[in-house]
């Protein structure tokens, strides 16, 4: 089944500033779910999206974070004043309803 | 919350020897368990998922049990290959598109 594309594939940033991480769904569904790992770390949850609106947020999503879908077609997950704990990879993923998510390739947020 | 401790952290066995990778979990409401399979620098992959109705499933060289009592699953890789080397990381979910937590992550190796 086709997951979902991610852009930019890494980003570098410099320590307080903003940084806007997409995903593309190749085809309509409405199920989205935002996860980071830490490099050598298991997977973490951040916050969960259907049908426009957050059904779930972790505690690691704080008012730091925000996602959005901006044209009813990309998910955007946005972190205000970046720190260097936020350096990680980012895994949007798409879900079926039934439980099954599949992962997108990742954005590589590093900052410095 | 839910809370997912997997063992072991790092399995080697011999190509074509069997592995077996051992994850409990905390939380009764959990009903969805997917294993994901994650290579160096790539996406997790879904390559097998048990509900709580079932008590085993099977997909050609693997298989994942559940012991829903004892809140414990498990995955197993027969006839193992050096192509079965990567990070395997299983998962719980109270299901219907709820959030995934993951465990800490099996780094096997499949020695040739």
């Known amino acids: 089944e086709p997951e979902v594309t991610q852009t930019p594939s890494h980003q570098v940033t410099q320590m307080g500033q903003e940084v806007i991480l997409r995903c593309v769904p190749i085809?309509?569904?409405?199920?989205f779910y935002w996860y980071r790992q830490i490099l050598g770390q298991k997977v973490e949850f951040l916050v969960s999206?259907?049908?426009?609106?957050?059904?779930?947020k972790s505690e690691i999503f704080d008012d730091q974070f925000s996602v959005e879908r901006p044209d009813g077609s990309n998910f955007t997950l946005k972190i205000r004043s970046t720190k260097l704990e936020d350096s990680a990879m980012y895994f949007c993923?798409?879900?079926?309803?039934?439980?099954?998510?599949?992962f997108g390739p990742g954005t590589r947020l590093t900052v410095t | 919350g839910e809370n997912v401790e997997q063992h072991p952290s790092t399995l080697s066995v011999q190509e074509g020897d069997s592995a077996v990778i051992k994850c409990t979990y905390s939380?009764?409401?959990?009903?969805?368990f997917p294993w994901y399979k994650q290579e160096l620098g790539k996406r997790p992959q879904l390559i097998i998922d048990?509900?709580?109705?079932?008590g085993e499933k099977k997909d050609q060289r693997i298989a994942v049990t559940l012991n829903k009592t004892a809140k414990h699953f498990s995955l197993h890789i027969t006839e193992t290959q050096p192509e079965d080397s990567a990070v395997y990381f299983c998962?719980?979910?109270?299901?219907?598109?709820?959030?995934?937590?993951f465990g800490s992550g099996t780094q096997l190796t499949v020695l040739p």
């Open positions: 999206f259907y049908n426009n609106e957050i059904s779930e």
């Open positions: 085809s309509n569904h409405l199920y």
């Open positions: 998962a719980a979910s109270p299901g219907s598109a709820r959030q995934l937590t």
């Open positions: 993923a798409r879900g079926t309803g039934g439980g099954e998510q599949y």
């Open positions: 939380d009764s409401a959990s009903n969805y």
């Open positions: 048990i509900r709580s109705n079932v």
